[in-house]
């Protein structure tokens, strides 16, 4: 047996952000490897996979990279359909070249299915472009999370550099980047907005850069993205008035 390992985005979150090709070989799969945020809404789209998770999530156990890269190499050995079915996109932030490498000197097909990333799904939550004429034409996507042995990352520049910007994998860390960004030159009351769960009844929190810590400490734990930059001031003034007439309210 030769077959295909299929490099999967399984999206933000909710099952109909899929790709119709997505939810097509989830379908003919035989054998599935998922990360840890796939909901079961979105496996239960294999029916006839063996399903095995293999995900990492910040601080908690995780399956070493080359553990699943030698699991996917064997299966292709046994199977015809092989996904790996990552959050958002496969080639963002989801080591996924280490995959295709290391497939590639095995000699196995790798195909690769593009997903909706995080960043979209969180500024169609928003309803705010993350590209707007005459304020925003640059956006960043980055994380300030670094694998140990790594160089360090260039993320704070890049933000700099950028109109508007998406951080991933950063809440645990939102006292240290709203520092790094401020002691920078990022202006202490730049927009921003704190996403959790995209596409899946995301709950945020708006407010101004150096609010950034207090405003992730208001979410619940589960996968969260940062926002920031002009895009927002509208949102974040709009949320600051509404949380405003609620007090009046009471």
């Known amino acids: 047996?030769?077959?295909?390992?299929?490099?999967?985005?399984?999206?933000?979150?909710?099952?109909?952000?899929?790709?119709?090709?997505?939810?097509?070989?989830?379908?003919?799969?035989?054998?599935?490897?998922?990360?840890?945020?796939v909901s079961q809404a979105i496996l239960s789209l294999a029916p006839r996979a063996e399903k095995i998770a293999v995900g990492k999530r910040s601080g908690r156990h995780s399956t070493a990279q080359q553990f699943i890269n030698k699991r996917l190499a064997d299966?292709?050995?046994?199977?015809?359909?092989?996904?790996?079915?990552?959050?958002?996109?496969?080639?963002?932030?989801?080591?996924?070249?280490?995959?295709?490498?290391?497939?590639?000197?095995?000699?196995?097909?790798?195909?690769?299915?593009?997903?909706?990333t995080a960043a979209f799904a969180a500024s169609a939550d928003l309803q705010v472009s993350l590209t707007q004429r005459g304020v925003a034409r640059s956006v960043a996507l980055v994380t300030p999370r670094v694998g140990e042995g790594e160089a360090d990352s260039t993320w704070v520049q890049t933000v700099l550099a950028a109109d508007t910007a998406a951080i991933y994998m950063g809440a645990g860390e939102a006292l240290a980047i709203s520092q790094a960004l401020i002691n920078a030159g990022k202006?202490?009351?730049?927009?921003?907005?704190?996403?959790?769960?995209?596409?899946?009844?995301?709950a945020v929190a708006h407010g101004k850069l150096?609010?950034?810590?207090?405003?992730?400490?208001?979410?619940?734990?589960?996968?969260?993205?940062?926002?920031?930059?002009?895009?927002?001031?509208?949102?974040?003034?709009?949320?600051?008035?509404?949380?405003?007439?609620?007090?009046q309210a009471r």
């Open 1 to 37: 047996m030769s077959g295909t390992v299929y490099l999967v985005g399984a999206g933000p979150g909710a099952a109909d952000l899929l790709t119709v090709r997505a939810a097509r070989l989830l379908a003919e799969a035989d054998i599935v490897f998922y990360d840890a945020l």
């Open 187 to 202: 202006p202490a009351a730049t927009p921003v907005a704190v996403i959790e769960n995209a596409s899946l009844g995301a």
């Open 75 to 116: 299966s292709a050995r046994q199977h015809s359909i092989v996904v790996r079915l990552k959050g958002g996109d496969p080639l963002l932030f989801g080591r996924a070249q280490e995959e295709l490498d290391y497939l590639r000197a095995q000699g196995i097909a790798v195909e690769i299915v593009p997903g909706v």
């Open 210 to 247: 150096i609010e950034l810590p207090r405003l992730a400490a208001q979410l619940s734990g589960g996968p969260v993205l940062i926002l920031l930059g002009e895009v927002l001031r509208k949102a974040v003034s709009a949320a600051q008035r509404a949380t405003a007439r609620r007090r």
